[in-house]
């Protein structure tokens, strides 16, 4: 199956809404999403992600199911070399690089300044069982670092799937071992990296550090089950921002301390 992550637009954020330019990015985006065969639509409950979907959603006539998990991974810290107070990230290289904890997958967030905020580690457990609950609905079941797929309906935990037609529907029919499905989940530069970070094994704190995903991007991993009914997800694109360079839109800073290159 697909997974497309794709962050908001251009924000205002002291008011949680796009700007103009957001807008604009916005439905060039719509025009590309609106070509693809998308199963089933998620967004985050904050403004400028539903302003972004908005765009998309109205053109195909679909709509997205909101979860709160969604919303950008806020839980703030105060930065011990600068002293801002905001986001778990934007850390200055000479002091995150010197921390091992940073590259140390299983244990990240017991680096003294992310045990800060309590709140920040079961967060990020709310968001990677959300996003478990989702690929459930699927039928990819995680076990492990991977995802088991031929399953039965009940093995999903999910009590909402439809059952299959047929004189088996109701059964414990095995699911097909393989999703052709694609999902798109409309949210935020930090939300992203926290599940990319869980399906791919890798410290959220290096995503958050070392990536930018600009406004309006799209960002794509795809399942592979080289054995059958063991899935494993892998990135094939991360940030793409062509359709605003074939609409003559420049790519937002919105993030970054450096100019974007315009792909």
């Known amino acids: 199956m697909k997974i497309i ?7 205002d954020y002291a008011n949680d809404i796009l700007t103009q330019k957001g807008w604009r990015e916005a ?6 999403v609106s070509s693809w065969n998308v199963k089933d639509f998620y967004c985050s ?3 400028r992600a539903q302003e972004t979907a908005s765009c998309s959603l109205n053109i195909m006539n679909r709509q997205a199911v909101t979860y709160d998990w969604l919303r950008e991974f806020y839980y703030p810290i105060t930065d011990p070399t600068t002293g801002r107070h905001g986001v778990p990230w934007d850390f200055m290289p000479s002091y995150w690089t010197k ?8 244990h990240w967030h017991e680096a003294d300044v992310l045990r800060s905020n309590s709140d920040l580690k079961p967060a990020f457990d709310e968001v990677c069982s959300g996003l478990d609950s989702i690929l459930a ?3 990819y079941v995680r076990d492990g670092m991977i995802y088991r797929t031929g399953i039965t309906k009940e093995e999903t935990g999910v009590s909402s799937l439809t059952p299959d037609s047929g004189k088996d ?8 071992s393989y999703s052709d499905d694609t999902i798109v989940i409309f949210c935020h530069l930090g939300v992203t990296f926290a599940m990319m970070s869980y399906l791919l094994g890798i410290a959220p704190t290096l995503l958050w550090q070392n990536f930018f995903i600009a406004p309006a991007s799209v960002t794509v991993l795809i399942s592979e089950e080289r054995i059958p009914g063991e899935a494993y997800f892998r990135g094939q694109v991360v940030g793409d921002t062509s359709h605003l360079r074939d609409g003559n839109e420049p790519v937002s800073q919105a993030g970054y301390f450096a100019e974007p290159f315009q792909l």
């Open 27 to 32: 439905k060039l985006l719509a025009k590309r």
């Open 5 to 11: 992550f794709i962050r908001h637009g251009d924000p």
């Open 169 to 176: 529907a109701g059964t414990s029919k095995l699911l097909k």
């Open 137 to 139: 609905k699927y039928g």
């Open 99 to 106: 921390e091992p904890l940073f590259y140390d997958k299983d």
């Open 45 to 47: 409950p904050l403004g």
